[in-house]
């Protein structure tokens, strides 16, 4: 299948059922035991800094890991996996001081995702995307970094999109399908991740359907630059998302009210890809494969769904119970078309008929 075919097959399959989303990357990778050696490689022997934990990196330094991700999860279910890219910005890779492998980190990113893709489309003829995953940098262009300097900002609004722009100028030349903005924690940043994708755009004649995944911080039901649920999606409604839904920060549990308050609202489908809980004293997850069916389950058979996946701690065992959770239950019937005009600061405001 070509791009154009793809997407058109898998909203078909939208449009009948609950689509899965991949797992984590950095748990499962956890598990090979990587050490410093494999994150620098022949390449960044030489490195001045450390690279251990640029999980990105290893797309280039050790894409046969990368694979054996894509392709235990794509084995569990999932139709839709990430690209390796989540901090595959400029921005995020100065950490590092890699800012110019950041357009290449996104190309090969997609590539490895699309070419693990095309082996299971191959065998069994149903649509398997590439969503292009654009995270949401180091840097807040909301808030100061420094409480007692408010006004301060480390990056700005033209400066972020640029990145993104970049950043997605890679995944559409590596075959991206989807453009993932997630763990949106500042709007604004989000705002200049869209603004980015729509520059590249106009550069390259090709638009990707934009999905957006905002994340609550904590049970006060509010992203870390303060909006509620119903807000941060008033905020993105013009960018007439594919999708958008929550990821991250809270487990299954605790997320479940943030997520109805959104599938409520939402003329679009909607996503959902929790923590497996909250980490624990030991920094580990509580939640297990069996533990988080019983909530997506209940997820799904609430019409709350459209498409569902896990995030920090979850592994394809996480995704193949998922799978089994959801099998056959319908999906979630997107909002009707709301007229009246929408905005928001922290809270949603709707104007009068």
């Known amino acids: ?91 995020s890779q100065a950490e590092y001081a890699l800012e110019s492998i950041a357009y290449e980190l996104n190309l090969e990113g997609a590539r490895v995702a699309r070419a693990a893709c095309d082996k299971f489309e191959k065998a069994d003829g149903k649509p398997r995307a590439v969503a292009g995953a654009l995270g949401p940098t180091t840097k807040l262009l909301s808030m100061s970094p420094e409480v007692n300097d408010p006004g301060r900002r480390d990056s700005d609004f033209d400066t972020m999109a640029a990145n993104y722009e970049e950043q997605t100028l890679g995944l559409i030349e590596g075959g991206a399908d989807l453009l993932l903005i997630e763990t949106i924690t500042d709007t604004l940043n989000c705002k200049s991740a869209l603004w980015g994708a729509w520059e590249a755009f106009d550069k390259t004649g090709v638009e990707l359907p934009i999905w957006i995944s905002g994340t609550i911080t904590d049970r006060s039901g509010r992203t870390l630059s303060g909006q509620t649920v119903e807000a941060f999606y008033n905020s993105l409604r013009h960018a007439n998302p594919w999708a958008i839904g929550l990821n991250c920060a809270l487990g299954p549990a605790d997320m479940r009210a943030f997520l109805a308050d959104l599938a409520r609202v939402a003329e679009c489908a909607v996503s959902a890809y929790p923590n497996a809980g909250l980490p624990n004293a030991m920094g ?24 569902a996946g896990g995030c920090c701690g979850t592994t394809p065992d996480h995704i193949g119970h998922l799978k089994h959770a959801i099998e056959g239950v319908k999906p979630r019937i997107a909002a009707a078309h709301d007229p009246r005009m929408k905005l928001s600061g922290l809270e949603l405001f709707t104007a009068a008929a």
């Open 1 to 91: 299948m070509n791009r154009t075919e793809r997407l058109a097959a898998l909203n078909a399959e939208l449009a009948g059922r609950i689509l899965i989303l991949d797992g984590s990357m950095g748990a499962y990778l956890q598990g090979f035991g990587l050490q410093s050696e494999d994150f620098h490689g022949e390449r960044f022997a030489d490195h001045a800094s450390s690279l251990k934990g640029n999980n990105d990196l290893l797309t280039l330094t050790r894409p046969e890991v990368i694979t054996k991700v894509h392709d235990a999860y794509l084995s569990a279910g999932a139709d839709i996996i990430e690209t390796n890219t989540f901090s595959a910005t400029r921005i």
């Open 284 to 307: 580990a997850y509580d939640e297990t494969a069996h533990s988080m069916e019983a909530h997506y389950a209940e997820w799904a058979k609430a019409g709350l769904l459209n498409i």
